[in-house]
């Protein structure tokens, strides 16, 4: 089956061939939908959106920072302190327009530095309860219309569409798996014959090589688990074409998940160019994609870019990162509230750490999904209760959308 046809061909066979039509559309409740994004592997907002007037930055990242705008290989002008990686240059139409909103310091309450406990923690929506077994979209489903439907893309059926009924799953297909692995130069093959023999200086080479390369192996799984299966972010781009032709052949399907993966930068990460920007391209690319095969559709949508968490400040051995703890959440659509930053910036200086090591969170991801919730899809403060248990929303955070 060609990979175009896949969502099309599970539409028919799982949710029949529904019509488009404004009538439908009027039938089934809220005509607002939410497409989210998630990221696996933990997204470096600090080079997706580089703080480019804070020296801390460069001191802590050697060969992988990107220059202020106007240098060789820097970013592109977004706002003031801040370059936007080169890579996501389509985003600059939706920032200009108004219509991309970046938070630049999001993410979990309280640092969690184990992929799968991060990601469940942001898919339940209960950071601080391990044991929930439902996710938020799944809640949020039942209190935006009767008969609106869910759409999950996962290899596996996501913990953030389980606990109602109405959520489809779907597993991607004939995708690019998500592969991040450091390509060992020939010069180590030079210094590995060199250091052949018995003596003092090359046994120690040997026994530094074993503990580098047991180093790169438990990375080397961290990376794959990290993943859960997800597709490389390199899928995007076709991905959004699809998700576009399945939500105008069912209208009914007013929420939208799908996991991908490729971004856990332990190795070989880059700045300008290089692994990362790579990755970065597929994904400007991709929500490019999706908001022009939405069209006039994306007035009634919003589109939720997130990630377990970001990473490290300080660049590692292998100019890479790793687990940290703030990063970058965006938000497209036709009523956000864009062409600007959103959350206090806690700056990267060592007293504004998070464990003295990462960003800092200065806006809880559940904030976000409760204006979601009252401001796009105009449900009440009671809704969010049912959606994020036992969650009170802060007042800090400025509006995201319009109105």
Known sequence: ???????????????????????????????KRLIVLFLRGGLDGLSAVAPVEDRWYFQARPTIALPPPGQEGGTLPLAPGFGLHPALEPLLEYWRNGSLALLPACGLSSPMRTHPEAQRAMESGQPLE????????????????????????????PLIGQ??????????????PSVWRLERPGIFSSFDAIYAGNDPLSRSYRQSQTVLRNRMTELDREITVSASGAPSVHALPTLAGQI??????NPATKLVFAALGGLDAHFE??????????????????????AKALGPNMSDTAVLVM?????????????????????????????????????????????KLSDGLDLAVTVDFRDVI????????GLGKEAVSQVLPGFTPSSSLPGIFKG
């Open 370 to 377: 409760a204006q979601i919730t009252t401001s796009h899809f």
């Open 130 to 157: 391990r044991h929930f077994r439902d996710g938020w979209l799944a809640r949020l489903l039942p209190l935006i219309g009767k008969d609106a439907k869910a759409l999950t893309l996962s290899p596996t059926p």
């Open 1 to 31: 089956m060609k990979r175009r046809q896949f969502l099309s061909t599970m539409a028919v066979a799982a949710l029949g061939t529904a019509v488009p039509s404004l009538l439908a559309a009027q039938e089934q409740g809220s005509s």
């Open 269 to 290: 990460q880059g700045a300008g160019k290089g692994k990362l920007s790579e990755a970065f391209f597929s994904l400007g690319k991709g929500l490019s994609t999706l």
């Open 307 to 351: 990630s377990e968490f970001g990473r490290s400040l300080r660049e590692n051995e292998f100019a890479g990162t790793e687990n940290g703890h703030g990063t970058l959440f965006m938000l497209l659509g036709g009523s956000v509230s864009g062409g600007t930053m959103h959350g206090p910036w806690p700056g990267l200086a060592p007293d």
């Open 163 to 176: 606990g109602k009924p109405g959520v489809q799953n779907v597993r991607p297909t004939n995708f690019p």
């Open 244 to 249: 576009a032709s399945y939500l105008e052949k």
